[in-house]
């Protein structure tokens, strides 16, 4: 697991031994997990829709990052 960002009282993660596609997992009072290339929202438990769409926004505006390390660990 690597944690790419640290942001608005959230954690975006990588997992080094996860699937397709390229996805970010996001914890903060609960989690997401967050398709980097679509931007859409795969999975919600307990962050609001608020939080949610906070988060979309930050991994649209890193998404250069998020995707060169989903590159690094998974090719």
């Known amino acids: 697991m690597v944690t790419v960002l640290r942001k608005h009282g959230m954690r975006f993660v990588i997992y080094t031994a996860d699937h397709e596609p390229p996805h970010v997992h996001v914890y903060g009072d609960g989690e997401a997990r967050i398709d980097i290339v679509t931007l859409r ?23 250069a990052l998020f995707l060169a390390t989903w590159r690094q660990y998974h090719g």
């Open 41 to 63: 929202v795969m999975t919600q438990g307990g962050l609001s829709d608020r939080v949610v769409r906070k988060a979309v926004e930050e991994i649209k505006t890193q998404q």
